[in-house]
């Protein structure tokens, strides 16, 4: 009865306790799959994503800022103290530089040296008993040529020692004094044949492979001094021409006095203009080479006498196929050296004039090592003239026989 009652008259009231009900299971499942869901949503991420040790952290933190430092330190200007040592150290600098040129040159002079003597020694055979090649003190080469005949014998008759002298001045003061020539365009013609006659009766010449011109005076002093430093072992080399007068003993002793140097180059130094003007004498057709027109030449020594000491000499020797000849054989010479650490002595003594001048210079207890006329560029004459030159400008006859090297 109740049963019915209530299920009668509850039909609306039942209805809508059934849609409470399920409302209600509706909210607990959907918490529960929230739940599940967010739990699946952990787990899953902790699988995927491992998150980085702290000790990894710090490790990629220092060596971050470890790079970051380097980069800033090698973009950092410069400390004003930094800056300020730089001026300081360019002097010091540029002084290690020349420091390391002058050995360099200095070494290089001396192989040259080395090299010429090693050269010397093999090209002459020693005699038996010897212990090397003979050492000169100076080697004298007069400059001459084919018409110069009287030139020579009025030398010969002057301040040249001739036979046993000559031979004695070469044993006891190492001093050797030769004619140079080369040979005619025709080798073996007339010309060469009296010169071979001529130096049969005299044996004072010193023979060049190289043929005779005025135009080759330069490639005619290299030459010269290329062969005398394989001929003979000497601490001087000299060039004079065949119309100087020279007091032998005075050269010596002037010579002397420069052997503490190395490389030394001695002579009446002189800076006379580049004539570029053709068909003047001494023009020179390189005239370009030396600047502007009406300049002058670099300084060097005039040609009618110069006294180089062996290093230079052997540098010659050495580098003969690359130095340049301009057309004055002095201008040649001067520039051979002007590259080079090379003392150049100006000393007037080897450029006097003839008397009066040499003379009262004589007089006066300085006598001239060479004298000439600057006029002529030798004695005017000289032929005719030496003898006189020699009688009033000469040395002492003895003076080469008292005089020490």
Known sequence: MSFNKSRGGGGIGGGGEELVLRGSISKKWTFLL???SFCIG????????????????????????????????????KSIGDAKD?????????????????????????????????????????????????????????????????????LRATWMPQGEKRRKMEKEKGIIIRFVIGHSATSGGILDRAIDAEDRKHGDFMRL?????????????????????SMWD????????????????????????????????VGCMKSGPV??????????????????????????????????????????????????KYANEDVS?????????????DDRRLCCGTHPDCEWKAQAGNVCVASFDWSCSGICKSADRIKEVHQRCGENENAIWNAKF
């Open 34 to 36: 929230c739940l599940g």
């Open 234 to 265: 000497a601490e001087y080399y000299i060039k004079v021409d065949d119309d100087v007068h020279v007091n032998i003993a005075t050269l010596g002793n002037t010579l002397a006095r420069h052997r503490s140097k190395p490389r030394v180059y």
């Open 42 to 77: 952990l787990l899953f991420t902790n699988r995927m994503w491992t998150m980085p040790e702290p000790k990894e952290i710090i490790r990629r933190s220092t060596l971050e800022v470890e790079k970051m430092n380097l980069v800033a330190g090698d973009c950092a200007p």
């Open 86 to 154: 730089v001026p300081g150290e360019v002097p010091r600098t540029q002084d290690v530089i020349q420091t390391l040129d002058k050995t360099i040159s200095n070494l290089e002079m001396e192989l040259a040296s080395a090299k010429a003597t090693q050269e010397s020694m093999l090209s002459v055979a020693p005699t038996p008993g010897s212990t090397g090649k003979r050492k000169y003190f100076m080697v004298v080469g007069i400059n001459t040529a084919f018409s110069s005949r009287k030139r020579r014998d009025s």
């Open 275 to 324: 004539l570029a003007q053709k068909g003047v004498r001494y023009h020179e057709p390189e005239y370009w080479k030396f600047g502007e027109w009406g300049n002058k030449y670099f300084r060097h020594a005039t040609g009618q006498l110069y006294a180089i000491s062996k290093d230079l000499a052997s540098y010659i020797a050495l580098n003969q196929h690359v130095l340049h």
């Open 333 to 345: 010479l001067g520039a051979w050296f002007i590259g080079l650490d090379v003392e150049h002595v």
């Open 209 to 229: 492979d190289h043929v005779e011109g005025y135009l080759e005076l330069a490639a005619k002093t290299k030459a010269y001094f290329v062969a005398a430093v």
